[in-house]
């Protein structure tokens, strides 16, 4: 664990998009037992989730470390800017909302809420970084773009579906291995708030449009479901159309400092994506059922586990359990290495 958090939560988006970490350089990366992932053979099957890797020297300094599934952070048709500071805050998951907290526990992983306001970079610049990520990654490894479509006032579902498949046909033309669909993003048709994987029927047409329109594999990346049965009936409309599930997101909650204020300041800002260890328990039960499902022969599409993965026993915990990868995001940033002790393990165990 390094004292220094990867991704300075101190500093704004764009400081941090100019500043990939300086990682420390590994000679030789531990050789385990490899992975699969469609039509890819990896080097191993953990990955970093959608968020960190925010341009290619991200991704560069991430596939150097032994991280083998990269997962380009999510990308629109338009440049959106962050929001202002503070923008991600260690939290304790408590139970009416997640309290800010200073207490960083040294040596373990924390808990984090994130309200960047899922921002990007012009397309012209994206699509020609893209292409550099695809670039520096290495044999074994793969490049996910993950890509989410902006609702326009006045227009409609169509247009937000074209817009997806817009984004979804130049991150391939950048060269992405595959495309993650965005879906646990507010849903802008309906009045009661809710995500768009929360709207069955604008996530299949979404999905079913960005699958005509583009080759390769397309996942889609899910959130928390109110129940399991939300979770049953969605995950069968979707898989005729999709290559896999990424899941979850994080735990929409609200945030409030410890006096019991807004924890980010501005409108709409009230509820965050909370993320990073506590949420561990409700992200590995949900992906449990979506593995009983696959086991029962509902579908048969691949399952990468994502969310409060911040050991290496966790991950291989939810690799035993039968997912097809396990993706690593707060954990990517407070703990870079995780990687290597994956490997290393891996490569005691069939040695
Ligand atoms: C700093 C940060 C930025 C993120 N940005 C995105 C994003 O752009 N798109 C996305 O789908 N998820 C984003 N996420 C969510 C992660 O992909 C992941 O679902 C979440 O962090 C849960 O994994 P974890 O518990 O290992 O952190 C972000 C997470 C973090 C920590």
Redesign the pocket.
């Known amino acids: 664990m390094i004292r220094q958090a990867a991704?300075r939560l101190d500093r704004s988006y764009q400081w941090n998009y100019g500043h990939a970490p300086a990682l420390p350089r590994v000679r030789r990366l531990p050789v385990g037992p490899g992975g699969r992932l469609f039509d890819h053979a990896l080097n191993s099957p953990l990955g970093i989730?959608?968020?960190?890797l925010l341009n290619s020297k991200w991704v560069e300094a991430y596939a150097r470390l032994g991280y083998d599934i990269l997962?380009y952070?999510?990308v629109r048709s338009a440049y959106r800017p962050a929001r202002s500071l503070p923008n991600?805050r260690c939290v304790e998951n408590k139970e009416l909302a997640a309290v800010v907290t200073r207490r960083l526990r040294p040596g373990v992983?924390p808990?984090?809420a994130?309200s960047?306001g899922?921002?990007s970079t012009e397309p012209d610049v994206w699509r020609k970084d893209v292409r550099r990520a695809k670039e520096r990654i290495g044999p074994g490894q793969m490049l996910i773009v993950?890509v989410?479509g902006t609702p326009e006032p006045g227009r409609d579902a169509e247009a937000l579906i074209a817009d997806y498949a817009r984004c979804a046909a130049w991150a391939v033309e950048s060269g992405a291995d595959a495309v993650?669909l965005?879906l646990?993003?507010p849903d802008p048709f309906t009045e009661k708030p809710q995500m768009i994987y929360e709207n069955v029927l604008l996530a299949a047409q979404i999905l079913y449009r960005v699958r005509t329109t583009v080759a390769p594999p397309v996942l889609v990346?899910l959130g928390v479901f109110r129940n399991p049965r939300a979770l049953h009936e969605t995950a069968t409309k979707l898989a005729p159309w999709t290559n896999g599930f990424?899941?979850?997101?994080?735990v929409h909650r609200r945030v409030v400092d410890e006096r019991g204020n807004p924890a980010f300041e501005g409108s709409g800002r009230e509820y965050a994506?909370v993320?990073?260890?506590d949420?561990?328990p409700i992200?590995s039960r949900q992906m449990e059922e979506m593995l009983a499902w696959r086991r029962a022969g509902a579908w048969d599409r691949a399952l990468l586990a994502?969310?409060?993965?911040?050991t290496v026993e966790r991950a291989q915990y939810l690799l035993r359990e039968g997912v097809d990868a396990a993706?690593?995001?707060?954990?990517?940033?407070f703990d870079p290495l995780l990687a290597i002790r994956f490997r290393q393990i891996r490569a005691a165990a069939v040695a």
């Open positions: 991704w989730a959608s968020g960190p997962t952070a999510t991600i992983c808990t984090l994130v960047l899922e921002p993950s989410t993650e965005h646990a993003t990346k990424v899941l979850v997101h994080g994506n993320v990073g260890a949420i561990f992200a994502v969310g409060g993965i911040s993706l690593v995001g707060t954990a990517a940033l």
